[in-house]
């Protein structure tokens, strides 16, 4: 995340708990782990180790302790004697620490058993028999990263936090939530499925399926990208576990029964079948002895062979599935909304130097305008780009590569498997070209050094897989290492990566291709099967099952509304987290007229520059191209490189040039706004001298000429910001609603919202490439100059005044022009409601209005006032009552105060919800009491205190032009709101409807919206 007033914007409040990961076969982006300090390290010229080989700690053994330098860390293997569970330690001097339990799940159905129980073990245990304990801590805690997340073939219970007592508490939590969870029957209800009336108190009102976990599958096949990675896992691996869904197909999900689940817990939650992760400072001897004294001894070692994966049994010939999908009203025409891709078996996993160099082959395969399948299946322009399967894969116990292309037409599936072998065969007899491999490598190699906040939990997470299949995840830590023996192996033969290609490319069977078209009765098929499989449940129910089901649904209902008791959780206190986390230091100089950030930083050898130039003054069409404008520029070349050479200059010598815009409201007083188009880049040391001369090549002489490639350019642009609309839909609905706030809003939505995707299609429809290229250049020619720039350099102390030398040079380069208006008046509109229709079978609602901006007095306030209306109010009656898979309420920088649901079976009902708050806030005075108070702020804190990346320290100074001291000032004043603060801020903002609001639902059709809600609707089909 890059900014922490952005985080109010983009992130998933609420969201977090229970996630599943539907296929493990996904980009092969996320190549190695980036590391994240905040401190420096201390040089340790004589390395004293905590544990040592051999020795016992609290019934642990330690197996195995290495240093690994490239990461400044060490590795501590420690396995309990009874269990034998194993324990990873990595000691580093980062304050972030991670926690994690992690066990190996393999369901034989597709119910969803392993994901449903992930819910059913955070919802109260022996020692916190706490209705849902884990949605309760995330307001007692100051966590950095709090989760559980179910993968194909294992379930982890991660969290992190900077404060040790928060470590402590978190971790009683987590481990009596799994190794004593209380499973109960009613929580199986709520969290999994039921059948239940459709209105409870009316036993002659139609029975229907409900359940958390049943509407979060509903939504995540919603996204045809999800139907598609799902079917690949499923039948690339046919035979084990990797052949089910391992989140629940919801029309498998009601057969799955609370025995069931009672039974795979014993089985699979085992001490024996977990791996236990620890990361950071704090004292692991408490861990040890908490683990041991509490847990693990009082359990007997198991032989976990049964939840061992055995290797894929690879076919004796290729095979072809072809699957249907939704019919997607956002994406492309129909006749292109189809998909391929051809699917590869490699490696086993645990073999990590091959797999290694089988995903450096892959990058060099796929990746860039320089890479044999780009040229051969993206440039001649037939389809909407690669699909979001393509890459590499090791998540799996054997390994995967997969290319394939969102977006093209069904006849031209052949000529893919054609133009598929023939680069195959093409790149074996050519070989590889030296200079696009080493800017793959350099790409890697930097990888490591860019730090990005998370370290620990990145780490964790790229190594759960391996470790999940018994695979040395300490050596595999060893990237240097590995970079060299690969080096070393193309060295000594020339034709490493050929052969390697003849044996996995070629010579291999174990080949599937997999299409998908959209099918216009997809929704109700599904709507179909659903109804059948409830007559199926509901034709045999004796009166006593009949009466029991109307009991249940009553008992679940009081249960959900009863008054929790929290009392046994532990909670932290005022003292805990007064003190604000120290950053370095955000300095400013004129340089060349160029107002400058200077931020001393430990940024590990590597310089970051970003530029935010001001546009402000562009016209309302030029504007509206910016976001298409940041994505083309850097990838069509310059006057002096074409765009093949001067990609593989851009990747030989820094970490990418990138460019996006933003829209920033006067933090003042939120009348006003600024737009910018931000570059951002970074490099080693010895490249920032490169890095600079790349960037004032192309700002200057950027080039759009080449028509084919634009066009290209744009069409695939156009596919990929219309994926992810359906598993992100909260957040377009929020820009939706506030698009009917005020212009800067409407703007907003047309510059990253539903508008933009609708705005850019009808645009390309109706403008020829020429006039396009034409509107493009002149953007170009009106951004990019220094009179209307502002940058930020951060670097390391001793190479900062050489930073600065170069950087000083780059500006002398470009052109000075006149200033622009820096700022446009924001105007507001009456209150109105909008729906933009889609074929999906959940919805998605918000509601905005304009409060108070950042820096006035209420911000504060209330932004801990949407804190406690989330946790209070709305997740228990839109998620727990209603069944919708999350919702929240929250205030961004801009002063609009927003409330939205996630994955939501409901519309009317909801946005009735909201309308009622005020209603709830007046209730009863006892839901705001002193403790609420407290841990609302606690939960702002986590937003304010979260970790940042050295690259990325200012730029909040840079985008808001807030001072650190704002910011400081702004966390000391959220933490001293009183309950009087609280009351003031209800009646000012919530009693009366505001006079600018807006509401917005992305769902399905609804006939009776109107009539529900009594107010009209603008339908956008
Ligand atoms: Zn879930």
Redesign the pocket.
Known sequence: MLSRLKMLRSSHPQLVR???ITSSIKSASKLICRRQVVTMPPVIHQREYKYTEGKVYHGFQCERVEHISEFELTSYTLRHEGTGTELWHIDRNDANNVFSINFRTTPFDSTGLP?IL??LSLCGSKKFPVRDPFFKMLNRSVATFMNAMTGPDYTIYPFSTMNEMDFRNLQQIYLDAVFRPNLAYLDFLQEGWRLEHKDINDQNSPLVIKGV?YN?MKGAFSENAQIFGQSLLNNVFPDHTYGHVSGGNPLEIPKLTHPDLVDFHKKYYHPSNSRIYSYGLFDTNKTLALLDKEYLSKQNWIDNSYSRIPQQERWIQPRNVHISSRLDNMGATIDRQNQIAIALLMCDATNIQESFDLQVLSEVLIRGPNSAFYKNLIEPNFSGGYNQGTGYSSDTKDTAFVVGLQDLKVEDFTKFIELFDKTISKAIGDGFQSEHLESVLHNLELSLKHQSPNFGITLLLNSTALWNHEGDVVSNLRVSDMISRLRASLSQNNNYFQDKMEQYFVNNNHRLTLTMSPDELYEENFRKAEKELLRQKVKNLAKENLNQIYENGLILDAFQKAKPNNDVLPCLTLKDVIESLKWPKVFYQNIKNVQTQICKASTNDVTYCKCLFNITDLTQEETMLVPLFCNVISAMGTTKYNYRQFDELVLSKTGGIDFSVNLIEDVNDGKSYRLSVLMSTHALEKNVSSMFHLCQELLNNFMLNDLDRLKMLIENYISNISVGVASSGHLYAILGATSLVSDAGKLKDLLSGVGHINFMKNYVRITNPLEMRDKLTSIGRKVFNKSNMRGAINSTQSYMPLAIKHYENFLETLPDLKKTKTCSYIQFFDPSCQQYSMNIPVNYCAKAFFAAPYLHKDHPTLRVLAKVVSAKYLLPVVREQNGAYGAGARISSDGIFSFYSYRDPHSSKTLDAFDKTYKWLRSDKSVIDQQSLFEAKLGVLQQLDSTIAPGNIGIDNLLYELSQECFEDYRSRMLSVTINDFQDCIEKYFRNPSKYYGKCILGPVNNKLEFETGQKWKINN
Request: proline share 0%.
């Open positions: 229970a996630q599943f994901h992930e819910h976990v979060e």
